[in-house]
């Protein structure tokens, strides 16, 4: 089973930022879009930004501005700069990623991102 493996969550202050890192195993040469979701307590997981091999970023409008996804495809692997952060902006962070050859979706095991006021 494969899993993305995530890095850099952690506590912040609102204002602060955080940079969050996502890998993918480089031998998977078919993976496409690669992104974020986040899911705050009660609530349900939400796409925050995603990019696709190749293409432009799309991001959910709540972070437009503050947040920076990108990627780099010979390492299988994509980050999210989160600036400005809010204590709404608290939440686990998932990384996603699909896979066209296999049809397949992965996900990270998820990484906490808390905004303190």
């Known amino acids: 089973q494969v899993r993305l493996v995530e890095s850099g969550g952690g506590l912040v202050q609102a204002g602060g930022s955080l940079r969050l890192s996502c890998a993918a195993p480089?031998?998977?040469?078919?993976?496409?879009?690669m992104g974020w979701y986040r899911q705050a307590p009660g609530k349900r997981r939400e796409l925050v930004a995603a990019?696709?091999?190749?293409?432009?970023?799309n991001y959910a409008d709540s972070v437009k501005g503050r947040f920076t996804i990108s990627r780099d495809n010979a390492k299988n692997t994509v980050y999210l700069q989160m600036n400005s952060l809010k204590p709404e902006d608290t939440a686990v962070y998932y990384c996603?990623?699909?896979?066209?050859?296999?049809?397949?979706?992965?996900w990270g095991q998820g990484t906490q991102v808390t905004v303190s006021s």
């Open positions: 990019i696709a091999r190749g293409g432009g970023p």
């Open positions: 480089v031998s998977i040469f078919s993976i496409n879009n």
């Open positions: 996603h990623a699909d896979d066209l050859l296999r049809v397949v979706d992965y």
